[in-house]
């Protein structure tokens, strides 16, 4: 695996370089030898954060973890791309007997005994269950208007039918708390 570590307002020292090496180096076992991982550590005010993107064909597993230690981040990002390998490896691997709705894309990064491994064992609770479903009627409105609403209901995120676009958008609220919108692209 081949790492690609950078910093923002932060200097990479060679004991982080090593402790990132060592805790990312266990997803080894996962992937090919030229498969990249890309590392951005960054700090702000007293919030330590890594973000870690590692690319395979067809997808990207990644996360982003932030505590107020460097290490403490480096082990919940580990521990948080492990389980969405178990996921991702989940998935293609119901692909190839045959269920509909996963991707055998991207498998060309992993290593064969990886996809080959018994899932008796592996996490079973890490299966995603939808256990509500809500309905509800969408009238247009702005996205200024939605980020009003969503905060009157005090939600994160507000689903509407935008009236500029007649198009179904999200706003969310992001961490710094500003806002979001997300419309759809079609392709």
């Known amino acids: 695996m081949n790492f690609i570590i950078s910093g923002k307002n932060i200097n990479v020292t060679a004991g982080l370089k090593d402790t990132i090496e060592q805790k990312l180096g ?21 919030r330590q954060k890594i973000e870690v993107t590692i690319p395979v064909k067809g997808s990207i597993i990644r996360s982003e973890q932030t505590s107020t230690d460097m290490y403490v981040s480096i082990d919940l990002v580990e521990e948080v791309i492990e389980r969405q390998l178990r996921k991702y490896k989940n998935k293609l691997v119901a692909k190839s007997q045959g269920h509909p709705t996963a991707s055998s894309e991207g498998s060309s990064s992993f290593k064969k005994e990886f996809l080959e491994d018994s899932l008796d064992d592996e996490v079973q609770d890490d299966e995603i269950k939808i256990v509500k479903t809500k309905r509800f009627g969408i009238k247009p409105m702005y996205p ?35 806002f979001g919108l997300i419309e759809p692209e079609f392709n």
Do not use: W
């Open 26 to 46: 266990k997803l080894e076992r996962y992937f090919t030898p030229e498969t990249e991982i890309h590392v951005t550590l960054s700090v702000e005010k007293d």
């Open 144 to 178: 200024e208007d939605a980020c009003i609403q969503m905060d009157l209901i005090g939600h994160s995120f507000f689903v509407f039918c935008n009236a500029e676009t007649d198009e179904v958008n999200v706003v969310y609220k992001r961490k710094d708390g500003s």
